[in-house]
């Protein structure tokens, strides 16, 4: 979420490393000081022909691209998105999940859902999850080399959804969707064309990592992260792994966008009485 204020407390309680912003276009490793991976920054981790093939299936999710026109929230709202008649691919965000909480409703007395873009057998969202199996194990892969303890979690959830497909709402539905959910992740979202200000990720665990995977027809976009006071490059084939709730950070860039981003869920992991393991330290690679 955002909040100015507690950001600037943070801010003013524990500074940024580096008084001015360093800039890298290279691989890098943040850790903090008991060698914890907090990022993992990976310019051209993905091919052009890959990229491609990510980018052609976002065709297929069009119509479940959703701008809400009088929200004020920065995620759906209209403020940051751009206009339409100047993109290609259509702006707006779907949010998908084979098993997770509607929102407000994260809590013991309510069951997991599949969430709606995923409930029509033949809609966008599960066209779309056809078209990119291939792809996001990959990113799967990634996190298994990053982060083997949180790959082999996320793993097992899936595993244990698929065993005991009853704790959702629609158990027949999920087993169907588990067939095309190729990512050791509990949710992941598509963002179009959109400005991400800077903002954290509070649904995960705080040693969780989501993973963002840059995609477009753009140069020269930027993904910040100004609590440690480092930018980065963030050119389409860009991959990302962040600690998404302890790093607030920004993405923007001029021209044709797209995000997917990868993430965990606390409260599912809770749900199915699993948790979220801890850091991973890099030296043990």
Avoid at 76 to 93: F, S, V
Avoid at 228 to 243: C, F, H, K, M, S
Wanted: hydrophobic letters at 35%; a neutral charge; glycine letters at 8%.
């Amino acid at each position: 979420g955002q909040n100015m204020a507690v950001e600037g407390h943070l801010r003013k309680q524990f500074p940024p490393v580096y008084d001015e912003p360093r800039e890298y276009n290279i691989p890098i490793l943040v850790t903090d000081r008991s060698g914890n991976a907090l990022a993992w920054y990976l310019p051209r981790a993905l091919s052009s022909s890959r990229q491609d093939t990510m980018w052609q299936a976002l065709r297929e999710l069009e119509p479940e691209l959703i701008i809400k026109q009088h929200s004020t929230q920065w995620r759906a709202g209209p403020q940051n998105y751009r206009n339409p008649k100047d993109t290609e691919l259509k702006p707006g965000t779907v949010n998908m999940s084979p098993a997770w909480f509607e929102q407000g409703h994260d809590t013991e007395k309510f069951s997991l859902k599949v969430s709606q873009p995923l409930v029509p057998q033949d809609g966008p969202a599960s066209r779309w999850l056809a078209a990119t199996m291939e792809s996001s194990a990959l990113i799967g892969g990634i996190l298994s080399i990053v982060h083997p303890e949180l790959y082999r979690t996320g793993r097992d959830l899936i595993l244990q959804l698929d065993q005991n497909p009853d704790v959702v709402d629609r158990p027949i539905r999920l087993r169907q969707v588990l067939r095309l959910w190729t990512a050791p992740f509990q949710g992941l979202s598509v963002i179009s064309n959109r400005v991400t200000p800077v903002h954290r990720d509070t649904n995960g665990a705080k040693e969780s990592m989501d993973i963002l995977v840059a995609l477009g027809r753009y140069q020269q976009g930027t993904l910040k992260l100004p609590g440690i006071g480092l930018e980065l490059r963030y050119d389409p084939g860009t991959v990302a792994v962040l600690a998404g709730r302890i790093l607030a950070h920004s993405a923007e860039c001029d021209g044709e966008r797209a995000c997917v981003a990868y993430y965990m869920r606390e409260k599912v992991q809770q749900c199915l009485g699993m948790s979220c393991p801890g850091w991973f330290r890099p030296d043990k690679i």
